[in-house]
């Protein structure tokens, strides 16, 4: 059964830092391109930021793009979200999201989720 | 940078169809999926590549996408399928795109 398991939340205050991790199983980590994708309370899904198989494409959007870095260590089964500056507009739920590629590497969708973790910035 | 817009709310009566779009420009070319989110739980992949289901979805939801709507369907609405349905696409742009989301009401 794939899990995904985010950890690192909490309450921080405004220009602080954290770092979130993602622990998966249940799957090949190391073959599938992985996700952050967050969520305000009561709002939308906001996609933050994508990476691929081998750590070396690297997608962001477009507003966090400077503060927040993508990362992954295959050999720990973990992906990571660093966020640095954070602000109280960065409060929400982050979850990580196994991505599903087509035959062209381009993204069709995430099949698999974490339960999120909350980032509170206050 | 590219948006996609669905309507607010739409409500349906159970054991009839709903159809929930998404609009976006040349949408169509693009490939969308759509996600139920319950409240308190994370999201679900309902559709992807403008048709297909995972597995363990049921054959009541159907997509399609063509020129700037995708559409989700849902014949013989349940209980069950109440939430949040988002729809969402890739761009080379501005990579992974989410609407901002259609409650789903079946009453």
């Known amino acids: 059964e794939v899990q995904l398991v985010e950890s690192g939340g909490g309450l921080i205050q405004p220009g602080g830092s954290l770092r979130l991790s993602c622990v998966a199983s249940g799957f090949g980590f190391s073959n599938y391109a992985m996700s952050w994708v967050r969520q305000v309370q009561g709002k939308g899904l906001e996609w933050v930021s994508s990476?691929?198989?081998?750590?070396?494409?690297?997608y962001y959007a477009e507003s966090l793009r400077g503060r927040f870095t993508i990362s992954r260590d295959n050999s720990k089964n973990t992906l990571y979200l660093q966020m640095n500056d954070l602000r109280a507009d960065d409060t929400a739920i982050y979850y990580c999201?196994?991505?599903?590629?087509?035959?062209?590497?381009?993204?069709?969708?995430?099949?698999?989720w974490g339960q999120g973790t909350l980032v509170t910035v206050s | 940078s590219y948006e996609l817009t669905q309507t607010p709310s739409v409500s349906v009566s159970p054991g009839q169809t709903a159809t929930i779009t998404c609009s976006g420009d040349?949408?169509?070319?693009?490939?969308a999926s759509w996600y139920l989110q319950r409240p308190g739980q994370s999201p679900v992949l309902v559709i992807y590549e403008d048709t297909r289901r995972p597995s363990g979805i049921p054959e009541r939801f159907s997509g399609s996408n063509s020129g700037n709507t995708a559409s989700l369907t849902i014949r013989g609405a349940q209980a069950m399928d109440e939430g949040d349905y988002y729809c969402?696409?890739?761009?080379?742009?501005?990579?992974?795109?989410f609407g901002g989301g259609t409650k789903l009401t079946v009453l």
């Open positions: 990476i691929r198989v081998g750590g070396g494409f690297r």
């Open positions: 999201a196994r991505d599903l590629l087509d035959a062209y590497g381009d993204y069709v969708g995430s099949p698999h």
């Open positions: 040349r949408l169509g070319t693009k490939y």
């Open positions: 969402q696409a890739w761009d080379s742009k501005t990579y992974e795109v």
